[in-house]
């Protein structure tokens, strides 16, 4: 913790999470003399719970289309300075253990603390002053240039600001709208903002339709509209959760279905029908419990006309069996909300900012970065390369 006699700095940086510390090592490197502002105890709150304590840091097949924004080439620039290949040579430098887990996902093999630490060491070599319990309430522009930042009672003065202090999502954390309401008093526009990466919850029929299902997990192809995602749903008590869920929850629009395939590597007609004539006096449901939960299999099939024995099934009947199990039709009546969202759809819209240097067009030094800004990456550790690489831009021209 630097001493908090100095009060003017070329850079101040607004929030310790990952973008901020990121932009803070890369301006300190540069030889400026730079202020990290985190309003709680610690910094990279985010970091440490992320990927169930492992921290999900960043992914292999990072690329453009794996992000949604206004424009879908402003996130092309930061992404090309700073692929993910530069992290994973920083996490590599400091001996961190990791592996992939799966589709791309890189986890440390130990501890998310491992990466807050990293990031830390890298502030101190780089003279970065790291100020904790310390939250902006106002950021106020000078003319010709330079703001004022007003800490509680303190007031630190900066030729740059850059806001990374995130989005709306995981209240708990400290998510709060202090860069929307900042964008909002410089004048910039804001894109719309719901909940991304969240799970799911169920309207009265759902709810009874697949009562009793909390805990059951199944691979899916989940579907709406034209997009798709094979992952995992996970039944909760209040509606789905899962990979699939939070994966698709970002391109779902309010009262649209969502459709889902639990056998995506079957021709379940074909095999039904193979059955028939192999095994006629098998059981459906007994041949169905092969694949998934007998819980699950009893609910999905609830609704179709009493199975008799494969001797006896029809082909309208196997039919009806078939879309049962492969093209299962749900209506969310809405999301968890920002509580269990990962991240925030929308934000600081895109048509303010140099997508080369993430300034601000109509305020020379102000910067946003990270999940403030409308940029947002899939599940998987693509949200944690957004930070790493708008921080790293930023850092390189504050």
Same mark, same amino acid.
């Given at each position: ?216 997990? /199944?691979?899916?192809?989940? %579907? #709406?509209?034209? $997009? ?6 996970? @039944?909760?008590?209040?509606? *789905? ?109 895109? /048509?303010?900012?140099?997508? %080369? #240097?993430?300034? $601000? ?6 910067? @946003?970065?990270?999940?403030? *800004? ?25």
């Amino acid at each position: 913790m630097t001493e908090r006699a100095v009060k003017n700095f070329e850079v101040v940086v607004i929030g310790g999470g990952a973008a901020g510390l990121m932009c803070a090592i890369e301006a300190g490197k540069r030889g400026k003399t730079v202020l990290l502002l985190e309003k709680s105890d610690k910094v990279g709150k985010k970091i440490l719970i992320s990927g169930g304590g492992r921290c999900n840091f960043t992914n292999l097949f990072t690329a453009p289309d794996r992000y949604l924004s206004e424009n879908k080439h402003f996130h092309k620039s930061a992404f090309k300075q700073y692929p993910q290949q530069r992290f994973i040579d920083l996490v590599e430098k400091y001996g961190i253990a990791y592996h992939e887990k799966k589709l791309g996902q890189l986890f440390c093999d130990n501890t998310a603390s491992q990466i807050t630490e990293m990031l830390l060491q890298e502030c101190d070599a780089a003279n970065v002053a790291v100020w904790c319990d310390a939250g902006a309430d106002r950021i106020e522009r000078h003319a010709p240039k330079g703001f004022s930042i007003r800490i509680g009672t303190e007031q630190v003065n900066a030729s740059s600001v850059v806001i990374a202090t995130g989005g709306l999502s995981i209240p708990k954390m400290g998510a709060n709208d202090f860069a929307h309401r900042m964008a909002s008093s410089f004048g910039l526009s804001l894109t719309p903002m719901k909940p991304g990466l969240v799970p799911f919850t169920f309207d009265v029929p759902d709810m009874q339709r697949f009562a009793g299902l909390s805990g059951v997990s /199944a691979d899916v192809i989940a %579907k #709406t509209g034209k $997009t798709s995602f094979r992952e995992n749903v996970l @039944f909760t008590h209040r509606g *789905v959760s899962g990979p699939a869920i939070l994966q698709i929850s970002s391109f779902w629009e309010n009262g649209k279905a969502i459709h889902l395939d639990f056998l995506p590597d079957e021709d379940l007609l074909s095999q039904l029908k193979s059955q028939r004539q192999e095994n006629p006096k098998g059981s459906v449901i007994k041949f169905m419990n092969r694949y998934l939960a007998s819980r699950l299999v009893e609910k999905l099939l609830e609704k179709t006309p009493p199975l008799p024995e494969f001797g006896n099934c029809s082909d309208r009947l196997l039919s009806q069996v078939t879309a049962a199990i492969k093209d299962v039709s749900i209506t969310p009546n809405g999301t968890e909300g920002y509580r269990k969202a990962e991240v925030t759809l929308g934000g600081v819209s895109t /048509a303010c900012l140099n997508s %080369k #240097t993430m300034e $601000t067009k109509e305020v020379p030094g102000l910067y @946003f970065v990270g999940e403030a *800004v409308d940029v947002t990456g899939f599940l998987g550790g693509y949200n944690f390369q957004w930070a790493w690489s708008s921080g790293y831009v930023a850092g390189q021209n504050v």
